[in-house]
């Protein structure tokens, strides 16, 4: 079994910060890139920034110079520093996970049950 759990959401004012955190946890082998998504009510998920196990990172153009995704490859863990923070950034959080089980022949994809983060006065 394969666990990925987030945490850190809220409610913050506009300009204000969070961070995020999401923690697999099970039969772990290896995990390869891990990312945070996003879905706001009425919208489609999409993806806010990835990063892989070298530290290689991506973002979203919305969240460029705001948010910063980092990892502890040690912990299982990744981070999202969201910073400088909008109302268009209130939407319900996830985590994504390409994890290799231990006996398993390839990678799969886990998401996490997502957090809520409301950015609002």
């Known amino acids: 079994q394969v666990q990925v759990v987030e945490s850190g959401g809220g409610l913050v004012q506009p300009g204000g910060s969070l961070r995020l955190s999401c923690a697999a946890s099970g039969s772990i082998f290896s995990i390869y890139a891990m990312g945070w998504y996003r879905q706001a009510p009425g919208k489609q998920r999409e993806l806010v920034a990835g990063?892989?196990?070298?530290?290689?990172?991506n973002y979203a153009d919305s969240v460029k110079g705001r948010f910063t995704i980092s990892r502890d490859n040690a912990k299982n863990t990744v981070y999202l520093q969201m910073n400088s923070l909008k109302p268009e950034d209130t939407a319900v959080y996830y985590c994504?996970?390409?994890?290799?089980?231990?006996?398993?022949?390839?990678?799969?994809?886990?998401w996490g049950q997502g957090t809520q983060v409301t950015v609002s006065s």
């Open positions: 990063i892989t196990s070298g530290g290689r990172s």
């Open positions: 994504n996970a390409e994890i290799i089980r231990v006996g398993a022949p390839g990678p799969n994809g886990y």
